[in-house]
């Protein structure tokens, strides 16, 4: 009774993990009409691109790809108008991130959180 009691507890434990870092997903009905955008929502949306385009890290990685300015200039120009809207609406939620540094760190403290408290509790862990 005692092994199934302690197998629940970590299969819970295990279960609440992978429900935690699950990612949150957003769903929502999408129009079937085309919005008419003004010019000043396109010109802001511009700036939008622009800006995210010019961060260093973007900037490098398009480097990378063999994508010169001037041919992202031609391709940003020939979006259309909703094209851009929807690209300036997703921008705010990408995240430009490195290699994954944070997750790594995030892991090795919670690994190194677990030892610590199975420590200080007095338990023994043992391999055989």
Same mark, same amino acid.
């Given at each position: ?30 129009? *079937?009409?085309?919005?008419?955008? *003004?010019?000043?929502?396109? *010109? ?85």
């Amino acid at each position: 009774m005692k092994k199934l009691k302690a197998v629940l507890v970590w299969y819970l434990v295990v279960a609440m993990f992978f429900i935690a870092i699950t990612p949150r997903c957003f769903a929502a009905f999408s129009p *079937s009409e085309v919005i008419a955008l *003004s010019q000043g929502e396109r *010109s802001q949306d511009l700036q939008k691109v622009q800006k995210f385009l010019e961060s260093k890290m973007v900037r490098e990685r398009l480097r990378e790809l063999s994508f010169t300015p001037e041919e992202i200039q031609l391709k940003l120009g020939g979006l259309s108008d909703p094209q851009v809207h929807q690209l300036a609406l997703h921008l705010d939620e990408m995240k430009i991130s490195g290699d994954g540094g944070e997750i790594i760190i995030i892991l090795l403290l919670i690994a190194i959180l677990i030892v610590l408290i199975i420590y200080l509790s007095g338990h023994r862990v043992v391999v055989k």
